[in-house]
């Protein structure tokens, strides 16, 4: 069975908390606050003032940039600010507050549950409609799909690569939207695979959702899907990760930034962002509610819930029982690559796939103690790295030496923490080398 050649662990995936849970729909929140940056690169411009009157649908903020997507209003009712608030990591940015009023929509987009298979537009239309209707990547990464799916001079894709793995333990919405809306996704397959110009496109999917894999399969035989091949692969974490499903998929290794998968004939998205592209497509529907996992060993009732963009992440943790007694900690994410949530108030955004609680032992770090050398977290990384020597020259903010070792490279998955005997944060001193370290090169071609 598949899987990429070098690094990797094997973290209990916990995801028997979740998993059976069915899609669930969340009740509308009172008021959401709608950050006017949700994705990868410039945040979108404000256009609506506080006063003003919304649709659920309609377009509250503009992609300001080819790195940019649009924002639009996930409920209908009167804008109360336009303003700087704290998100969750406690930073303030620029969101969109919103009371709610009714559900009234824009009446372009069609709501009925009818599957709409037949896509008569051409691959730059397709484009500007997930464009318009401002889709992300909603596995965490939040690249705007639309720059994804625009194919650079001189490049060419052979292979569109659906990300179904959900490797993150915990996790599960992209696993109940497989099962529950694949039909849905394997005609955004289709769309995607008009969009990029290509007559293969591969799931892949881990085998410890052979379910997940089965109803697929059944889907596609039966519908006809040309071209679409439901891939199983080994169990291995982070195979989710876009480089890694790559090499798990076709065997090619995408080269250092600032190559992209396209550069070796890929492009990948994640399920349910394929979702999000079907009902750009065929439903008009801009990106405005998607499925959030709220779990953890200690919930007291587990959800993986459809929630309108803007919802306060405590009302999440509310409808689950609220949280458990003791020390405990709130991941906006899984317990490997998710960020502890300082801010409970702040909202759910398009790259928010889970909410993670975890207690007890699991909240507390243990107590960081000397290097012995052992070399575990250079076996376990997939990008080839030795996080025990970029994470200690970052700690010493030796930034020249941390570009030279291929900080950059590093995608964040947490296997060299989740390796070490001796309970160092390398991850947390490498992403601060990382960010540090694109800023220097941003700034030194903004020079050039």
Known sequence: MKTFPIGGIHPSDNKQWS??????????????????AQHIGAPAAAKVAKGDKVLTGQLIGESSGFMSANIHSPISGTVTAVDMAVNGQGLRQMMVTIKREGDEWV????????????????????IAKIKEAGV???????????????IPDGCKADILIINGVECEPYLTSDYRTMLERGEQMLV?????????????????????????????????AKGGYKGVEIMPLKVRYPQGGE?????????RQVPPPPALPIHVGA?????STTVAVYEAVQKNKPLIERVVTITGKQIKDTHNFLTRMGTPVETLIERAGGLPEGDVKVLNGG??????????????TKGCSGLTVISGDEATRGEASACIKCAKCVAACPMGLEPYLISKISRKKLWDAAEQHN??????????????????????????????????????AAKK
Do not use: W
């Open 107 to 126: 009446d372009t987009i069609d709501r009925s549950e009818t599957l709409r298979r037949e896509c008569t537009l051409s691959s730059k239309e397709i």
């Open 407 to 444: 900080v950059t490279d590093c995608i964040e998955c947490g296997c060299c923490s989740f390796s070490c005997p001796a309970n160092i944060p390398l991850l947390d001193y490498i992403r601060l080398g990382k960010q540090t370290v694109m800023g220097i090169i941003r700034a030194r």
């Open 267 to 271: 492009v990948v998205c994640n399920a």
């Open 188 to 220: 955004g397959v289709e769309i995607l695979m008009k969009a990029v110009g290509v007559d293969r496109a591969v799931v892949g999917v881990e085998n410890n959702k052979p379910d997940a894999i089965a109803h697929l399969r059944e889907l596609v």
């Open 136 to 150: 992300v990547g909603m596995g965490g990464a939040t690249f705007p799909t639309h720059v994804k799916l625009s």
């Open 243 to 251: 480089k890694q499903l790559i090499a798990a998929v076709t065997g």
């Open 19 to 36: 998993r059976d849970k069915a899609i669930e729909v969340l009740d509308l929140p009172d008021l959401v606050t709608i950050p006017l």
């Open 335 to 348: 317990p490997m690559m998710g960020r502890a949530m300082v801010n409970l108030a702040s909202p759910v």
